[in-house]
């Protein structure tokens, strides 16, 4: 079945900081990848997504390339800020599934 | 717009008791998934619900249940709550059937816990 994966956190950065985190994923056809942002005390937020392979998504300075060569869509942002502090979770879509498949997201803190 | 609201913000259960979540997707939208989200874990698909029926479903028991309403609202019920129920429900809605190509919009949760 499909599947994601994402880089173990938590991640702590300093205001900023280059930041990076890894998602692969294992799905047959050909799935959209996104990644959804969560606030303490708030359901998701889609931030950003790639309906096919080499797409870019981008949203508010973050940045994901739909790679099917490495199955992977890694959020990246060249700066953070302490408002970035949340839960980032990286999911799928199989066009035949009709369903979102998530991982088990990563948690990052920006500190001043 | 309102976006997608749920009812009621948190429930505290004991085991053994049922449960109704209650969901009213965003304005313009037709399909309604509910996930549960462990703590510290990703949201697991329960079901989506698309026309008034169930088309599609997650790993889960048959204590869990669901329906949609001629408004396209939902509920999902759950029955024999055990302990490992415990969890954050979220409701989303997009429009259509199917998440591929056609954005989610999730609700802010109902906490529930069984004690």
């Known amino acids: 079945g499909n599947s994601v994966t994402q880089m173990e956190g938590p991640v702590t950065l300093s205001e900023e900081a280059f930041l990076t985190i890894n998602c692969t994923y294992t799905?047959?056809?050909?799935?959209?990848l996104f990644w959804y942002v969560q606030y303490p005390g708030e359901g998701l937020q889609l931030l950003l997504k790639?309906?096919?392979?080499?797409d870019k998504g981008s949203n508010k300075g973050f940045e994901a390339t739909y790679r099917k060569e490495t199955t992977s869509f890694h959020l990246e942002k060249g700066s953070v800020q302490v408002s970035d502090s949340a839960v980032y979770f990286c999911?799928?879509?199989?066009?035949?599934?009709?369903?979102?498949?998530f991982g088990d997201g990563t948690t990052l803190t920006v500190k001043p | 717009d309102a976006g997608v609201t749920q009812s009621p913000t948190h429930l505290i259960k004991t085991r053994g008791q049922q449960v109704t979540l209650r969901c009213s997707p965003k304005?313009?939208?037709?399909?309604v998934s509910w996930y549960q989200q462990a703590l510290g874990q990703g949201p697991q698909f329960i079901f989506q619900?698309?026309?008034?029926?169930?088309?599609q479903r997650g790993n889960f028991p048959d204590r869990f249940s669901g329906h949609q309403f001629p408004n396209y609202s939902s509920e999902l019920n759950v029955n024999a709550l055990l302990l490992g129920d415990s969890a954050l429900y979220l409701c989303?809605?997009?429009f259509g059937g199917g998440t591929a190509y056609n954005e989610q919009f999730f609700g802010p949760g109902t906490r529930l816990t069984v004690l």
């Open positions: 989303a809605s997009s």
């Open positions: 799905a047959t056809g050909y799935p959209s």
């Open positions: 790639a309906t096919k392979a080499d």
């Open positions: 999911a799928l879509s199989a066009p035949t599934a009709g369903k979102s498949t």
């Open positions: 304005s313009g939208h037709d399909t």
């Open positions: 619900y698309y026309e008034e029926e169930e088309r």
